[in-house]
């Protein structure tokens, strides 16, 4: 069984910064790439930032580059997800989610194995 947990969601002003965290547990997953997708009420869920395995470059959606920067500890097994100068758009539930086995930068929503339950991050205007 393979866990994600997130932190470091919550209620923050306009241009403030906010942390997320992502742990992940459990068996043995191989080479994985991790990534950040969020949810705002009423929206499809959308990829927000995705980091391979080994030294490829970070790939990050066009609404938070320059803002959000995603990084991982392989040895932890964590993610996180440093977001700055923060907008209420941003304003979403926030998922981790893993593809195992796999060195690519491919970070489809649907191709994508496991997924934490995600962490609320909302800003106000």
């Known amino acids: 069984q393979v866990q994600l947990v997130e932190s470091g969601g919550g209620l923050v002003q306009a241009g403030a910064s906010l942390t997320l965290s992502c742990a992940v547990s459990?068996?043995?997953?191989?080479?994985?790439?991790m990534a950040w997708f969020r949810q705002a009420p009423g929206k499809e869920r959308e990829f927000v930032a995705g980091v391979p395995w080994g030294f490829s470059r970070p790939a990050y959606a066009d609404s938070v580059k320059g803002r959000f920067t995603i990084s991982r500890d392989n040895a932890k097994n964590t993610a996180s997800l440093q977001m700055n100068s923060l907008k209420p758009e941003d304003s979403a539930v926030y998922y981790c989610a893993v593809r195992t086995y796999y060195t690519g930068n491919d970070f489809a929503d649907d191709g994508m194995d496991y997924w934490g339950k995600g962490t609320l991050v909302t800003v106000s205007s």
């Open positions: 459990g068996r043995t997953l191989g080479s994985f790439a």
